[in-house]
């Protein structure tokens, strides 16, 4: 793992508590913005593939105890948002707003069915009608606003991190100081 | 010639003091008002004099404002400090007001029915957006067991998931988790009617094809199972279908509950 992709998946970590809490207090469950899937993505697009799977596995299992109900619905979700977030970044352009959001979209969106299959499997029902309406759309829209921020925070955070991070190399060294 | 040129001169005076003292006998004659040319003159300078006071107010006013500036600002910090103190005041007025009569309800709520209430506060929402739940201000030291009922005036909100030392979680009748045996009010067919629609929608799922079910018809907890007391309100009908011939006739019921703005509810003893 390189310091960068270790910087990302901390500041991952760090703030998704951080962001639960957002949530928790200033935004409505339903039909709020999730934040927590949007950082799964950012992880999947800073990170290599590989990194952003377990990433996004552990970004979700913080939901679920959170939640405390049905665990590993979210973090199975939200570690296959990560990769598709990974995977449609090495096919698209990476510098570009719009495949960033079109990462957002898709990830959140697989995130969404993901879980809601989980749910069923288990026996918890929610009505598609529902479903549609109240979470996965509003969960979208959210995510095409709020992936440019994040995808912005995370990197200048993570970028600030890597300088702390032991590094082998001279420049490395020179840049951690 | 000479004399004659002084005499000259002591005429000419003479006439501009006889003239000199009729004008002052006219003008100070007492009148009934203005002359003539006092009125004109009155006319043709009410306009300037008019705007000569306008400006010189202005001034005068400005002048006084700036001299008293300090004293203004001072008295202007005051009157926005005692109104923003009355603002709160009001606000915390109409609050507890609207708790007051909440609290009626839920009094009057108890004093009807049967069984112990425990009143709890509503001080928190489920964090995610795939479950319906509540928190509550109290738990175990108060007197609250697992699966007791929870209930407010408009009727049944859910039952007791998690009990803490002081807090609980209460599991809403919209969390897709959440099933009530119910009963139709009207006819008394027996169904069960289950949460995971929005907070504005349950399903009822009647156990027979043949249920006597209406658009309007009210449901109520049947007391089956034992979580809950029997002839607690959930909702009404607001449509009726069977999903498929020959399956279980199924209701849309809307709850009788605001699960949005549930602020104070009420645990049943057991």
């Known amino acids: 793992m390189n310091p960068r992709d270790g910087s990302v998946i901390a500041v991952a970590l760090v703030l998704a508590p951080l962001a639960k809490t ?108 529902y479903f549609l309406r109240s979470i996965w759309i509003p969960s979208a829209l959210w995510s095409l606003a709020l992936i440019g921020p994040l995808h912005f925070a995370v990197k200048r955070m993570a970028l600030g991190a890597a300088n702390v991070w032991p590094s082998s190399g001279r420049k490395g060294r020179e840049a951690a100081l | 010639m000479r004399r004659r040129f002084q005499y000259k001169k002591i005429i000419v005076l003479a006439v501009l003091v006889a003239a000199s003292v009729t004008l002052m006998n006219v003008t100070g004659k007492p009148q009934d008002g203005p002359s003539f040319w006092g009125s004109l003159f009155l006319k043709a300078s009410k306009p300037v004099s008019s705007a000569y006071s306008a400006i010189v107010g202005r001034f005068e006013s400005l002048r006084v404002a700036f001299a008293d500036k300090e004293a203004l600002i001072r008295k202007n910090e005051e009157l926005e400090a005692a109104l923003g103190q009355l603002r709160v005041l009001e606000s915390r007025l109409q609050e507890v007001e609207a708790e007051n009569e909440r609290l009626r309800d839920l009094l009057g709520f108890q004093e009807n029915a049967p069984g112990d209430y425990l009143v709890a506060e509503v001080y928190g929402r489920d964090p995610s957006k795939w479950f319906s739940s509540i928190s509550i201000a ?133």
Request: charged share 15%; hydrophobic share 50%.
């Open chain 1, 22 to 129: 957002v949530e928790f207090v200033a935004a409505p469950a339903v039909g709020g913005p999730d934040i927590l899937a949007g950082l799964a993505v950012c992880v999947g697009w800073l990170c290599d593939l590989w990194y952003a799977l377990p990433a996004g596995f552990v970004l979700g299992l913080i939901e679920d105890v959170v939640t405390a109900r049905c665990l590993g619905s979210r973090a199975i979700a939200l570690a296959l948002a990560a990769l598709l977030a990974a995977v449609i970044k090495s096919v698209l352009n990476p510098d570009s707003l719009s495949s960033k959001m079109l990462a957002a979209l898709s990830g959140m969106t697989l995130a969404d069915f993901v879980t809601w299959g989980i749910l069923a499997s288990r026996g918890i029902r929610i009505a598609a009608p």
């Open chain 2, 138 to 270: 109290a738990g175990t030291e108060q007197g609250v067991v697992p699966d007791a009922a929870v209930v407010c005036q408009a009727g049944l909100v859910g039952r007791v998931l998690s009990v803490g030392t002081n807090v609980s979680t209460v599991l809403l009748l919209t969390d897709p988790e959440s099933g009530v045996g119910a009963v139709v009010q009207r006819s008394r067919d027996l169904g069960v009617v289950l949460g995971g629609g929005g907070q504005d929608s349950l399903t009822a799922r009647f156990f027979s094809k043949d249920a006597d079910v209406q658009v309007g018809d009210l449901i109520i907890t049947s007391g089956m199972g034992s979580k809950f007391p029997e002839g607690l309100l959930i909702g009404e009908v607001v449509s009726v279908r069977i999903p498929q011939p020959g399956l279980v006739k199924e209701a849309i019921v809307r709850p009788s509950v605001d699960f949005e703005h549930l602020e104070e509810v009420m645990v049943v003893g057991r």
